[in-house]
T-cell receptor
Framework: SQQGEEDPQALSIQEGENATMNCSYK?????LQWYRQNSGRGLVHLIL?????REKHSGRLRVTLDTSKKSSSLLITASRAADTASYFC??????????FGQGTRLTINP | DAGVTQSPTHLIKTRGQHVTLRCSPI?????VSWYQQVLGQGPQFIFQ???????GRGNFPDRFSARQFPNYSSELNVNALLLGDSALYLC?????????????FGPGTRLTVT
């Protein structure tokens, strides 16, 4: 079953603009993670935010977490062509497994 | 340090055959997880091994099995292959058990079943 669901499914913006992706989940979590995947290759870990954190930054990335709404958002500022990829949120209903959503396909147009 | 490695990179098999996929984790990582990713979808959890014991299993048939060796490398075995098993198989390693830690993914093995 799907734990995390990203919204929108696809997003196309101009280079230099900001991109925002959202993730909703169903059960209580220990943490929520965001990953990037380029063209069907391996996933790259971006940020892990714990359930007692509300916001986290890493370079041009900003992640927020609202446990009361069971939602998270990933903001990429000043987008670049190299940011074109699929972005996934992932949560663990328990320690045993990480459950991924279907992802947001982000396209940065030059 | 080397990242997570997987072999082979690509594989073509016929329905009914058996396949073995291999994964070497990052040095020092004791947990290995396996995921199946069908085109256009997110990765689906198959197995997690931590300290050589199975700690989690996803909703996959018994045709799927795995194991972790004393050096923490891992194998994923799939018997009686079906066309629907065609996918990218991803291995990920982490310092600790599963979802509490960031996962480091390998490049994947692309399996095509004809």
């Amino acid at each position: 079953s799907q734990q995390g669901e990203e919204d929108p499914q696809a997003l196309s913006i101009q280079e230099g603009e900001n991109a925002t992706m959202n993730c909703s989940y169903k059960t209580s979590i220990n943490n929520l993670q965001w990953y990037r995947q380029n063209s069907g290759r391996g996933l790259v870990h971006l940020i892990l935010i714990r359930s007692n954190e509300r916001e986290k930054h890493s370079g041009r990335l900003r992640v927020t977490l609202d446990t009361s709404k069971k939602s998270s958002s990933l903001l990429i500022t000043a987008s670049r062509a190299a940011d074109t990829a699929s972005y996934f949120c992932a949560t663990g209903p328990g320690a045993q497994k990480l459950v991924f959503g279907q992802g947001t396909r982000l396209t940065i147009n030059p | 340090d080397a990242g997570v490695t997987q072999s082979p990179t690509h594989l073509i098999k016929t329905r009914g055959q058996h396949v073995t996929l291999r994964c070497s984790p990052i040095s020092g990582h004791k947990s290995v997880s396996w995921y199946q990713q069908v085109l256009g979808q997110g990765p689906q959890f198959i197995f997690q091994y931590y300290e050589k014991e199975e700690r989690g299993r996803g909703n996959f048939p018994d045709r799927f099995s795995a194991r972790q060796f004393p050096n923490y490398s891992s194998e994923l075995n799939v018997n009686a292959l079906l066309l629907g098993d065609s996918a990218l198989y991803l291995c990920a390693s982490s310092l600790g058990q599963g979802a509490y830690y960031e996962q480091y993914f390998g490049p994947g093995t692309r399996l095509t079943v004809t």
